[in-house]
Every structure is written in structure tokens, then in C-alpha cells.
Antibody, heavy 122, light 107 residues
Framework: EVQLVESGGGLVQPGGSLRLSCTASGFTFGRFWMNWVRQAPGKGPEWVANIKHDGSDVSYVASVRGRFTISRDNARDSLYLQMNSLRVDDTAVYYC???????????????WGQGTLVIVSS | DVQLTQSPSFLSASVGDRVTITCRPSQGVSTYLAWYQQKPGKAPKLLISAASTLQSGVPSRFSGGGSGTEFTLAISSLQPEDFATYYCQQLNSYPWTFGQGTKVEIK
């Protein structure tokens, strides 16, 4: 079964840091672009970042660029999101997602984790 | 950034109805558009990619069409399990963006 499991969310003060992890199983992780997508309470999804299957290319939404870093370890079938300088408006459920087509980054996310909740509050 | 405007934002319909949701990007996105269904407390589910390619396991009552700056998601005969919120997403230019959503409720 294709599966993604996120961890690392929690309550953090403004200006703090968190590192999210996502462990993949049931597919060849190193063949797929991966994304982080977040969803604030009561809002629609927002794409945050993605990373090429081999880790050689990354992209970010402007609001997190310079504060968040996406990375992956294909040997461990794992995706990460290092979040620094967190702000109240970063509060959301963070999902790890897999692109549908191997080696493509523009096909849509066919697999989502269960999400991990990040709350930024003093 | 490419803004996606979905219409309507809210739709009240009955089981068996045909419903259509429209997604209009602020600039052309070719056919790099996906549709998702989301139910409360769950992650979004990919229904359609590349504007019209139905994902495996998605019922054939769902269909997508369009290109450029106008896209549609149609449900030919609404079923009880289809009541949910639907989002479009463009993957033509970074940052990928989502529409604001269309909530489909039971009349």
C-alpha cells in the first residue's frame, strides 16, 4: 500500500522552529517529486514547496522562501521540511504529498499523508 | 501568481442531479490543471489531472474538461458520497495555486 506518514508538528512560539518529517512506503520514493501542502483552519489548501526526485531542484511559495527548507533522503524514503522564523500565519495542517507521475512535477498529488498540525502561538 | 477563481463557491443539489463547477485561471495554464475532492477532516483526493484524465478508481460520473483559462468539473449524477468541497489546482507556473473551493451540499 502506498503510504505517507508525517510527524513533527506541534505548538511553537512565534519566531521558533520545527522540523517536519514524512516517511514513505509502498513505492519507489526516489522516482517521485514530492510536495508539502498546508491548510489553515477553515481555508483551502496552499502549496508550500516541492523537491525533485533526486533532490537537485526545489521551489517554494514566496511567503516561506528563506524561512523554510525542503529536503529529502532517498535512502531513508523520507521527506523533510525545516521551518524557521515561524509566524502565526504559518498555523496549519501540513501535508506531505506525492506527485502522480514518476519524474514529473506538474501532474497533481495522488497520495497525501494524514497531515501534521503546526500551531504557532504565544 | 496565477489566481484561480472557482464558481460557484457554494452549490446546493439533490442526489441524481448533474452539477458543473468552473475554474478560471487569471492567466492561461494550458492543461496543467487538477481537481480534488475533500471531505471534512480528510486530506484532499485527486480526481482529475491534466484537465481531463480521470484518476484510477474515480467513478466515471466525474469528468473534467477545458484548457487555457476555463475549466470544468462535472458530476453526471450526484451521489450521497459526492457531497464535499472541490478544489482546482494549477501546475503550469510556480507557485502552484489552488482555487478557493466549491462546497457541494445536499438540497
Amino acid at each position: 500500500e502506498v503510504q505517507l506518514v508525517e510527524s513533527g508538528g506541534g505548538l511553537v512560539q512565534p519566531g521558533g522552529s520545527l522540523r517536519l518529517s514524512c516517511t514513505a512506503s509502498g513505492f519507489t520514493f526516489g522516482r517521485f517529486w514530492m510536495n508539502w501542502v498546508r491548510q489553515a483552519p477553515g481555508k483551502g489548501p496552499e502549496w508550500v514547496a516541492n523537491i525533485k526526485h533526486d533532490g537537485s531542484d526545489v521551489s517554494y511559495v514566496a511567503s516561506v522562501r528563506g524561512r523554510f527548507t525542503i529536503s529529502r533522503d532517498n535512502a531513508r524514503d523520507s521527506l523533510y521540511l525545516q521551518m524557521n522564523s515561524l509566524r502565526v500565519d504559518d498555523t496549519a495542517v501540513y501535508y506531505c504529498t506525492r506527485e502522480w507521475r514518476p519524474f514529473y512535477h506538474d501532474s497533481g498529488s495522488d497520495t497525501w499523508g494524514q497531515g501534521t498540525l503546526v500551531i504557532v502561538s504565544s | 501568481d496565477v489566481q484561480l477563481t472557482q464558481s460557484p463557491s457554494f452549490l446546493s443539489a439533490s442526489v441524481g442531479d448533474r452539477v458543473t463547477i468552473t475554474c478560471r485561471p487569471s492567466q492561461g495554464v494550458s492543461t496543467y490543471l487538477a481537481w480534488y475532492q475533500q471531505k471534512p477532516g480528510k486530506a484532499p483526493k485527486l480526481l482529475i489531472s491534466a484537465a481531463s484524465t480521470l484518476q484510477s478508481g474515480v467513478p466515471s460520473r466525474f469528468s473534467g474538461g477545458g484548457s487555457g483559462t476555463e475549466f470544468t468539473l462535472a458530476i453526471s449524477s450526484l451521489q450521497p458520497e459526492d457531497f464535499a468541497t472541490y478544489y482546482c489546482q494549477q501546475l503550469n507556473s510556480y507557485p502552484w495555486t489552488f482555487g478557493q473551493g466549491t462546497k457541494v451540499e445536499i438540497k
